[in-house]
Every structure is written in structure tokens, then in C-alpha cells.
């Protein structure tokens, strides 16, 4: 842990690691394997070697870039590449991988290498591309199913489960669980440009003892969700048919959340402390996640973009004009920021867009809870969407788990018989119409025709009971169907969509 000194947080902080010996010798129990203890940081290290311990000296420029550069030092797998910015200069890219996996380093390599050069060939060069920094450093553990990623100025934390990694017989087409680890490592990377550089206005000097507010983080971590899965596809790493379900799973998870009607995505960023890091069980019906709403609306800004523009200008270009605002402070790689609100992103999306219309779609989607147009606009763009009827009830509109002790209610929909009849979650039904509560049975009862069923269920220690109506008093039946669809290419009209003129 780094304690700040109150005071001293903008002088120079000098920093040792030293390691002892023994703790070399305890983790290299294999002599010949790669698989060594190294040092992953995305600070320049001097590094000295005694008898006794191995020492790592670093040099902070302050306090806040201190604690921007995470470190670990375990025994890693690791590999190197480099990629190349606009001017042909190189930028250095280290990968390293704790925990015990069984990668297959050599196809990470390549997929992740053609994700990253991509992102230079739309943005020209990198906030951590000059020779104030050590080039660009992942760093992953894998784990058994922890999942998650932090995003630094010239670095990312990642955890993963062991199974997202590419195996060694891993098809041309990755699968979906490397898939979701590919975009984990996009999600990140990118946000070296979208976070770090251009960020809120009120993070710009932030203050870390207290919490910041602000309605703008869908358009971060929104654009970013949106980017990171579309740069898979565009960067030739996962195919155009693989990118559509990654994008139709958000879709779903969009019209599955009925608190979408209630909150409006400004609402859900501002809310963020008190809300989406608090989340509960009724968090779907009261609000909306700005990572997911806000890739919807990202998506919907590029397709109107696009089509207001006669396919001119698409939402990369709005990211690109706000990273060229940062850049004006100096060269790309010295430490550049700028910060967003309102204003300036009107003001920057009105250069590609009548300022009327920006004005009213974020009336109706950011700041409102109209529906997003997103079946229009991917219909526009040659994108078929079917209606999924494949496993897409919610028998009575409760999601719950399986257990010995019977089925954990987790979700309880708003509008539902469970809901009218009294059901809440964490309760555990043990019963239902007199049979040991199942999967099966729920489902059974909930497509039978019986016009009530007793159900018992324990609300901590109390035994409860409940009668479930086959219907609710607005008409939706004990078995709802969920809304839920699949996209499909088209034979043409997609083309200028998903390949960018950034795309080589």
C-alpha cells in the first residue's frame, strides 16, 4: 500500500522493492522452464542484485503517478511485440501471465499484437508512446473464475479464469470464453486513450479521499464496451458472425432489464457509488447499467452518426477529435489530459453532426428513457433481427439457483406472479403445489393451467406461504417470455458499418 504524505504529493517519489533471495529459489523449482520470477510494472525499474535479495528502484514523478503503475513480481509467463504509430516509430508491449495456466503464449501473442496495432492505425499513436514510458505493460492473472480488469496509464491489472485462455488447440475462430478474455484485454488497452487521457472533467484533479461525480461515465465506459468488441472484429482477430452474438447478448441484456424504463443512463453514471457498486437484488428493476445501456447508445451515436453524415463520420471520429484536444497540450506520451463534460462533448460531436440533432437524441436516450432505435438502425445497416424463442421464459418471472435445501430465489421480476403474490429474493422455495421444489417442477406448475399454487418457501428462518396466481392483475402469465433476439449478417449493406476506414 503507498500512503500518500499530506503536503508532499506532488514531489518525487522514489520507490525500492527489494526481494529476497530465498523467494527466488522457493519459486523456481524448474530450472530449465521460461516460467521465472520477473518484476511486470509499467514504471522503469533500476534493478540490483546482491547476495541476499534482488532490488528494484523506481522514480515517480509524484504521488498520483505512483499509484498508477501496479506491480507484480511472481514467477510469469511472458512474451513480447511491438506495434507501430502513424510516424513508423515502435512502441514496446510486454505480456505477462502469474497463476497457474496453460496458455497457448504463442496465438495470445498474435491476437492480441493485431487487436493493439489496430487501435494505432485509427488513433495514430498512443498517450504512452514516447520515451517518458516503458511502452505498454499487461499484466494477467489466471484464476479459477475471478474476472476483471483495471485500467493504468501505460499498463493494465487484468484477472481471468484459466479457461478464457487459448488453449493449444485453439481454432482459427476463438471461442467464446477466449473471446471474452480478448475483449477484457481490448476493454483496457483502450481505455489508456479513453480514461487516462481523456477523461471527466471532475477526475482531472480528483481528489481520492472523497467520491467523484459525474454524468458521463456511459459515454466511457459505453464507448469502450462498444469499441472493445467492435476492434475484435475489425482488427480480423474474431469474425463479423462471432461479433454479432457478442453484440446481441448486450441487446438481450438491454430489453431484460425493465429497470430501463425507470433510470436514464446520466442518471445510472451519476448514481454510480450509491448504486451500481451497491448493487442488489432489485437493481434490475429499479436502473440500468451504464455499461451496457451505454454501449447501446454508443452503437446507436455511430449508426446516426453515420447516417446524418452520408457514412462521413462515425463515433471513432469523435474519439479521435477529443484524444487530438488532449494532444494539443504537447506531444502524445508527456503526460497529456483533457477533460470532458457537456459542453465540450456537444461541442466536439456538432463538428460531424447537426447540433440539433445531437441535441435530440440525447433528450430522448442519455437523458431520457425512450426505447433506443436499435432495431432500426442495425436494419439499415444490414442487419437482420429474429426473435429467439429458444430457452427465453422466465417461469413465474423468478430467476433462482438450485440448491439441496431447494431453489434460491435470486431476481424477482417488477411485474410478475411471484412479485404479486409476495415472493421476494433471497427467499428459498422448498415447496411448490406440494413437491419438493425444482428447476423442473417450478417450470412444470408454471405452464400448467391451475389457476392458483400454494408455495412454501424460508425467509431467513420463517416458513412462509404463499399462493401464485396463474396470471397477474395486468394480464402477464405465470411462464413470460423474455425479450430476446439474434442478428444475422445480411448478404450486403453491412460492409461500411463494421470496416471503418482505419481497417487495413
Not at 255 to 271: I, K, N, P
Request: with cysteine.
Amino acid at each position: 500500500i503507498a500512503l500518500a504524505i499530506e503536503g508532499l504529493e506532488d514531489i518525487p517519489v522514489i520507490v525500492t522493492l527489494s526481494v529476497p533471495q530465498a523467494f527466488y529459489e522457493l519459486n523456481q523449482t524448474d530450472k530449465q522452464s521460461d516460467r521465472k520470477v520477473k518484476i511486470a510494472c509499467g514504471l522503469k525499474s533500476t534493478y540490483l542484485h546482491s547476495d541476499s535479495a534482488h532490488h528494484y528502484h523506481m522514480q515517480a514523478e509524484n504521488y498520483l503517478e505512483l499509484i498508477d503503475y501496479p506491480f507484480e513480481i511472481a514467477p510469469q509467463d511472458a512474451f513480447d511485440f511491438i506495434v507501430h504509430d502513424d510516424s513508423h516509430h515502435t512502441i514496446a508491449h510486454r505480456f505477462y501471465i502469474s497463476g497457474k495456466h496453460s496458455a497457448n503464449m504463442g496465438r495470445l501473442q498474435q491476437d492480441v499484437q493485431q487487436i493493439c496495432q489496430t487501435y494505432l492505425n485509427w488513433l495514430g499513436d498512443a498517450p504512452f508512446g514516447s520515451d517518458d514510458y516503458d511502452g505498454y505493460t499487461f499484466m494477467t492473472y489466471a484464476s479459477g473464475n475471478d474476472y476483471g480488469g483495471l485500467e493504468h496509464i501505460n499498463s493494465t491489472s487484468l484477472v481471468t479464469p484459466r479457461s478464457d485462455l487459448p488453449t493449444a488447440q485453439e481454432k482459427q475462430e476463438p471461442s467464446e470464453s477466449y473471446q471474452r478474455f480478448l475483449g477484457l484485454c481490448s476493454h483496457e488497452y483502450f481505455h489508456s486513450w479513453w480514461v487516462k487521457t481523456v477523461r471527466p472533467d471532475v477526475m482531472l484533479n480528483v481528489d481520492l479521499r472523497r467520491e467523484a461525480y459525474t454524468p458521463l461515465l456511459w459515454v466511457f465506459e459505453g464507448f469502450t464496451s462498444y469499441i472493445d468488441d467492435f476492434m475484435l472484429q475489425a482488427s480480423g482477430v474474431v469474425s463479423q458472425k462471432s461479433y454479432m452474438k457478442l453484440l446481441q447478448s448486450q441487446i438481450n441484456r438491454y430489453t431484460q432489464t425493465h429497470g430501463r424504463a425507470l433510470q436514464s443512463v446520466a442518471e445510472s453514471s451519476y448514481d454510480a457509488w450509491i448504486k451500481l457498486y451497491r448493487a442488489d437484488e432489485n437493481t434490475g428493476n429499479a436502473g440500468i447499467s451504464y455499461y451496457n445501456k451505454g454501449t447501446l447508445v454508443a452503437l446507436c451515436l455511430d449508426l446516426t452518426l453515420k447516417a446524418h453524415s452520408e457514412g462521413k463520420y462515425r463515433l471513432f471520429d469523435v474519439v479521435k477529435a477529443f484524444y487530438q484536444l488532449a494532444k494539443e497540450q504537447g506531444e502524445a506520451g508527456n503526460r497529456i489530459r483533457v477533460g470532458m463534460d457537456n459542453n465540450n462533448l456537444e461541442a466536439v460531436i456538432s463538428q460531424f453532426i447537426d447540433k440539433q440533432v445531437w441535441q435530440d437524441f440525447k433528450a430522448k436516450y442519455v437523458d431520457g428513457v425512450e426505447e433506443l432505435p436499435i432495431k432500426e438502425l442495425l436494419q439499415a445497416n444490414g442487419i437482420s433481427l429474429n426473435d429467439d424463442n429458444k430457452d427465453n421464459t422466465l417461469p413465474w418471472g423468478i430467476a433462482v439457483s438450485e440448491n439441496p435445501e431447494g431453489l434460491m430465489v435470486n431476481k424477482v421480476l417488477r411485474d410478475s406472479v411471484a412479485s404479486e403474490a409476495g415472493i421476494s429474493a433471497k427467499d428459498v422455495i422448498v415447496a411448490i403445489d406440494g413437491v419438493k421444489a425444482t428447476k423442473k417442477q417450478l417450470q412444470s406448475v408454471a405452464e400448467s393451467n391451475l389457476e392458483s399454487v400454494t408455495c412454501h418457501a424460508f425467509r431467513r428462518d420463517e416458513l412462509m406461504i404463499f399462493d401464485v396466481a396463474n396470471k397477474t392483475h395486468s394480464g402477464i402469465s405465470a411462464n413470460p417470455s423474455l425479450d430476446k433476439v439474434s442478428l444475422s449478417l445480411n448478404e450486403s449493406g453491412h460492409e461500411i458499418w463494421l470496416s471503418p476506414s482505419f481497417v487495413k
